[in-house]
């Protein structure tokens, strides 16, 4: 599936189908929007393939308060994805509204629900937290092994970085 900004400058596309689809009704999301909730789609960052243009990262301060990441079009500025503390930058909250199909994804979680406006109605059987949810019996099981198996890739190329860092100064004095 694209996506991209307003100017265009940046162009991107999403490798697999997204773990995870929240609607958020927090109140950080309504400010950051200036609307009554914000569509994100959660996936693995290296599913979201840039085909053009390089995203700038903006930091925000974040309701845990240990901030999240925008990355934004350095043109026109316009929110694609983020990042946040818990995943880090391995997971990315990729903006819906960016998607060229966004009309096709619907969202799995409508979360927050505890500040959204009174004239927000949900879906029938749709699944509303007052909060957050408890994600081991709300994820499907393919997203949430989609998702060890990538927390597992990230501490093996992170154990990678630090034998390399180790073996350099090994290197250094042998020159
Ligand atoms: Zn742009
Ligand atoms: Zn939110």
Redesign the pocket.
């Known amino acids: 599936m694209n996506g991209r900004?307003?100017?265009?400058?940046?162009r991107f596309h999403l490798t697999d189908t997204p773990l995870i689809i929240h609607c958020c009704h927090c109140t950080w999301c309504q400010r950051e929007t200036g609307s009554a909730f914000a569509l994100n789609a959660m996936i693995e960052t290296r599913c979201v393939a840039l085909d053009a243009g390089r995203p700038h990262d903006v930091t925000l301060p974040s309701a845990s308060g240990k901030g999240q990441i925008v990355a934004r079009?350095p043109?026109?500025e316009?929110a694609l994805w983020s990042h946040y503390a818990g995943g880090g930058r391995a997971f990315a909250f990729v903006r819906i509204g960016t998607l060229d199909r966004a009309a096709e994804l619907t969202p799995d979680v409508f979360i927050y629900t505890d500040t959204a406006p009174p004239w927000i109605t949900f879906p029938e059987g749709a699944r509303v937290f007052p909060e957050y949810y408890r994600r081991s019996t709300t994820w499907r099981p393919e997203a949430l092994a989609r998702r060890e198996a990538e927390l597992a890739r990230q501490a093996r190329q992170h154990e990678q970085q630090q034998q390399q860092q180790q073996e350099a100064p090994e290197r250094w004095t042998t020159l």
């Open positions: 900004c307003t100017c265009g400058a940046i079009c043109t026109c316009v």
